[in-house]
């Protein structure tokens, strides 16, 4: 157990630095059928962005989200706006050419240069400061694959240099700089551009669940509440779509967590933004907290649902930074759930070639700011008829045979054993075998189950079947809730949906 009062501790429950300092607008819940031009469903970043861009231009446009606007991946990510996404380059000229591989690298650093233009332009007080970004390595492995990535720089244009060592006091074998990137507070940033969306007349709704789009002679945005949203076109800025489109999101795509911490450091952290690219990775950037420098360290990806125990990802990240930087004050700690798609480039445009008026933005691969914000600006385009040098790369119709059916099929198979496990397993502990603040799979009236105990001892029993394909869900322990292993769809702790693909909430267990 951990203590809430010691202050180099860990905090006993997650909650995302980004979302806890600071005030966010509330709107209502949808109650009533309306009709506008474009609708957009998912109040992230990219459909703040997009919202915010065909505002602009005139169109009427209704933002909608299942929950509180920028509670999603957006209000948990590591927040840097870099074009450095990992070891990336040398793998997308392998597999993509040349010119594709600068498509990538121009997109995202020209959502780069949107964002900081529209900091500058709007003044906006959101902590954004330019930074170098670095990837790095300990490992002499990891070496050659640094190499070749300064290999693909140059060949790219992309400025940066190779080098020995880097700016903060950690041990390097090797390290490749990518030029003048930058970080923010990116909920600051977006709650001003939410700000002036709403001054453009767009109707912003949250609590409201898309469930269905309905074609007819026109678009209809179905929510939960069998309200609907009449509209000629769809954005689906849902981080998973809500809606599939029979265009087979799941099967090409699987999801990650990662995991995050925010503390004050012993050692003075002079700043840059840093990836160590072996596993387990490592992100490291500093933020301000009341003007005083904080530190960000992120890393312990795994596929959702499956692996160790989620606490003990916090706890490596935490044994991390104690012995990197030393830890003062222990403030933050919070997850995030990434997409990645088959081919590793987002899939950002038309849903399906058959069904032109709904749009996609999904599969950032955590680099959702800059992938996110291109997403924006390449689908208001869309919508405008302007073109768009990057629509035929990121589009979800293409189809590349290397690397992704290789992909595919390790993550298929990886899928079919987790559809079998569990089901036929009879748990040993029961409901009174629980302790305080405890999840676990448990036995009830002969049948699995899932329960947890909170503080006050109320019990909360769920139907452990996922509801998108029948996978078991999985206890998560470091963020309470219950995690599907097959396509990432997670639930609370009463079995509302917090993240699809799965759209109804898991079946109640009565004793
Ligand atoms: Fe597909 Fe659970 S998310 S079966």
């Not at 594709?100 to 949107?114: D, Q, V």
């Not at 170098?132 to 390595?137: G, H, P, Q, S, V």
Request: hydrophobic share 35%.
């Amino acid at each position: 157990m951990f203590s809430e009062n010691a202050s180099q501790h860990m905090p006993q429950f997650p909650e995302s630095f980004w979302r806890s300092n600071l005030e966010l607008p509330s709107f209502p819940k949808l109650e009533k059928d309306i009709e506008v031009d474009i609708s957009i469903v998912g109040g992230g970043i990219v459909g703040i962005t997009s919202a915010n861009l065909l505002g602009k231009a005139g169109i009427k446009v209704a933002l909608i989200d299942a929950g509180k606007i920028l509670s999603g991946t957006t209000g948990h990510t590591t927040a840097k706006i870099t074009a450095q996404h990992g070891l990336i380059y040398h793998e997308l000229m392998e597999h993509f050419g040349l010119e594709k591989a600068r498509g990538y690298y121009e997109a995202n650093m020209s959502a780069l240069h949107f964002i900081r233009d529209t900091v500058l332009r709007h003044q906006i007080e959101c902590d954004f400061t330019e930074e170098d970004a670095y990837l790095y390595t300990n490992t002499d492995s990891y070496i050659s694959k640094l190499e070749r990535e300064m290999e693909a720089y140059e060949k790219l244009g992309i400025e940066g240099d190779y080098r020995n060592s880097i700016p903060i006091d950690i041990p390097v074998k090797a390290a490749v700089r990518m030029n003048a990137q930058g970080q923010f507070h990116p909920l600051k940033y977006l709650k001003k551009l939410l700000e002036e969306t709403e001054h453009q007349g767009a109707e912003i709704f949250e609590n409201t669940t898309a469930v269905d789009i309905e074609q007819g002679n026109e678009i209809k945005v179905v929510a939960r509440n069998g309200c609907t949203i009449s509209c000629k076109q769809v954005v689906i800025a849902s981080h998973y779509p809500f809606y599939d489109g029979a265009g087979f999101y799941f099967a090409r795509m699987y999801p990650e967590r990662s995991y995050l911490l925010a503390v004050k450091p012993q050692k003075t952290f002079s700043g840059g933004m840093y990836l160590m690219v072996e596993e387990p990775t490592r992100s490291l950037r500093y933020t301000l907290c009341d003007n005083e420098k904080i530190l960000l360290v992120g890393g312990e990806r795994h596929k959702t649902g499956q692996g160790i125990s989620t606490i003990h990802h916090y706890e490596a990240l935490q044994k991390y930074a104690e012995e990197t930087f030393g830890i003062n004050e222990f403030l933050y700690r919070w997850s995030a759930q990434d997409w990645t798609t088959s081919d590793k480039v987002p899939f950002i445009g038309r849903i399906t070639s058959e069904k032109p008026n709904i749009y996609v933005a999904t599969g950032f691969r955590k680099w959702g700011m800059t992938n996110g914000t291109a997403a924006a600006r390449l689908i208001s385009d869309l919508i405008l008829e302007k073109p768009n040098p990057y629509e035929e790369l990121f589009t979800p119709s293409r189809f590349n045979v290397d690397p992704s059916v290789k992909t595919l099929i390790r993550e298929n198979t990886n899928v079919a054993g987790h559809l079998l496990k569990g089901k036929w397993e009879s748990p040993l502990k029961t409901v009174d075998d629980l302790q305080t603040d405890e999840g676990s799979v448990i036995r009830v009236n002969g049948k699995r189950a899932g329960a947890y105990k909170d503080k006050n001892q109320n019990v909360y029993m769920v139907d452990t079947t996922c509801r998108h394909m029948g996978c078991e869900v999985e206890w998560n322990s470091g963020d309470r809730t219950w995690d599907c292993p097959c396509h990432g769809s997670r639930y609370s702790v009463t079995g509302e949906v917090l993240e699809g693909p799965a759209k109804q909430p898991l079946n109640k267990v009565e004793e």
